[in-house]
Structure formats: C-alpha cells, structure tokens
C-alpha cells in the first residue's frame, strides 16, 4: 500500500499506450484496493504474508512526474487491524470503494480505448448502421 507524499500519478492501461483513467495526488492513498478489494481481506493478508507479499494486481499505476512514496507492508496492515481496527475498517471501506470507482473508470476507458483504434482504423470513418428489416 502506498502514500503520495509528493508527485501525481495515475491508474493506467498498459495494453493502450498507458492511456490514464484515474488521478493519484499528494495525500492519496493507493495500492491498497489490491489487498480490501477481496472478499476476505485477512485471508488475503495472511496469504500474501505467506508468499513474501505476492499479490496479483488488478490496477497499474505510473508516476507522471517524480513522485515521493511511503509504503505500508502487509505485516504492518495485519498489525493495524489487531490493534486500530477501527482505522483499518476505514481504510477497508475506503479501498473497497476505490475498487468499486476504479473498475468502473477502467471498464470505460478500455471501451473508450477499442472504439478509437476502431475509428482510426477505419479511418476515422463513422459507422452506419440500417435497420434490418422484417
């Protein structure tokens, strides 16, 4: 999980050009929609602590101009949950949200994505579509 200490970033497509679908600014947190997007986050955090923090990511993020991180390790969020469970519950929630925000911005922008390689693809050439006649 990540903290935007200075900098900005986004959320980006890798499969077209890194196209951007969600801003990253100072005092933001990230990363963490990996870990309380699941359903069972302490199982998730107990086994990416088993795996040396091996997670699959659902989300790219890259910097757009220098940009000055703090992390917090799964070991540290197990932590967090045991003993401030009530600043836990509210990162949860927060990341659940930003998994819910975020795969809805994403699924628009790769639908974006596909109608412009198509357009330009054609050309730039607007589609025309008759209706079929019964």
């Given at each position: 999980m990540y903290?935007?200490?200075k900098g900005e970033a986004s959320y980006v497509l890798p499969m077209f050009q890194q196209k951007s679908y969600f801003?990253?600014?100072k005092g933001d947190t990230f990363g963490h929609a990996d870990l309380f997007g699941r359903r069972n986050p302490t199982e998730t955090l107990i086994r990416t602590k088993k795996t040396k923090n091996d997670l699959t990511r659902t989300f790219t993020c890259q910097a757009k101009i220098s940009c000055e991180l703090l992390t917090i390790q799964v070991v540290d969020l197990e932590k967090m949950r045991s003993e401030?469970?009530?600043i836990y519950n509210s990162l949860y929630a927060s990341g659940q949200q930003l998994v819910i925000d975020c795969l809805r911005l994403?699924?628009?922008?790769?639908?974006e994505c596909i109608n412009e390689k198509a357009l330009s693809e054609m050309g730039g050439a607007s589609l025309l579509f008759r209706k079929k006649e019964e």
């Open positions: 903290f935007m200490a801003e990253i600014h401030f469970g009530d994403k699924k628009k922008k790769i639908k």
